[in-house]
């Protein structure tokens, strides 16, 4: 693990029990950590927007750790923004926001520009050809939550492991479990620790470094 990436020393493999949460979009977020604990964001109503539920974020930064002080994070799908909001809040240096729906979008800067939060950048359009734009190794930790109805995981992955430093970690939610043979999973990702909440399967997995058995 790199000393950029400071991310903890991966947990025993297993599947972690957490209570069935529902998964309607909310009017609104609460931040649960950090800074900005208990601050409520608007979350406007779109076709397919499923926020991460504090239960289950509660779960994801007890793994990531409480404090990402200096670490850069990227969201693909940031939807309400919870995920990127949360590491930010746990003071992330840089975490950026990909969002394809322009009203999103927008209300993604409002919030922005509420908290004065400097250290968060919002990029709008299709989260593949931004991702593809961007520089090899260029995060600590990035999030992944495309639509269920999209057989997006595959895609996103490499991406995720090509824009992951060496140590860092990447966090995945889908609909089943990444696991088995046809698992979409890169060789250079290792999964760590993986949780199911109602339907939703979310995992961690952490970006081997040079010389531990990466292909």
């Not at 309607?24 to 900005?36: K, L, S, T």
């Not at 995060?139 to 991406?159: K, R, T």
Request: net charge positive; aromatic share 6%.
């Amino acid at each position: 693990m790199n000393s950029r990436s400071r991310l903890p020393s991966p947990a025993p493999r297993g599947r972690s029990p957490v209570s069935p949460v529902p998964r309607q979009a909310p009017a609104q977020v609460r931040i649960i950590g950090g800074r900005w604990k208990r601050t409520l964001l608007p979350v406007p109503d779109a076709q397919g927007l499923r926020p991460t539920p504090d239960r289950v974020r509660e779960t994801l930064f007890n793994w990531l750790g409480q404090d990402l002080s200096g670490l850069e994070c990227l969201d693909l799908f940031a939807g309400s923004g919870a995920l990127g909001f949360e590491a930010a809040s746990r003071g992330a240096a840089v975490v950026t926001l990909v969002e394809s729906n322009a009203r999103v979008a927008r209300q993604l800067r409002d919030n922005v520009t509420r908290l004065d939060a400097r250290q968060i950048r919002v990029m709008q359009g299709d989260a593949f050809a931004i991702a593809a734009q961007l520089p090899d190794a260029s995060f600590d930790v990035v999030f992944l939550d495309p639509p269920f109805a999209e057989d997006w995981i595959g895609p996103s992955l490499a991406h995720a492991a090509r824009l992951s430093r060496p140590g860092g970690a990447v966090y995945v939610e889908t609909d089943r479990p990444l696991t088995g043979a046809d698992a979409p999973v890169p060789a250079s990702l290792e999964i760590v620790r993986h949780a199911r909440a109602g339907a939703v399967h979310f995992h961690l997995l952490q970006h081997r470094t040079p010389g531990n058995g990466a292909a």
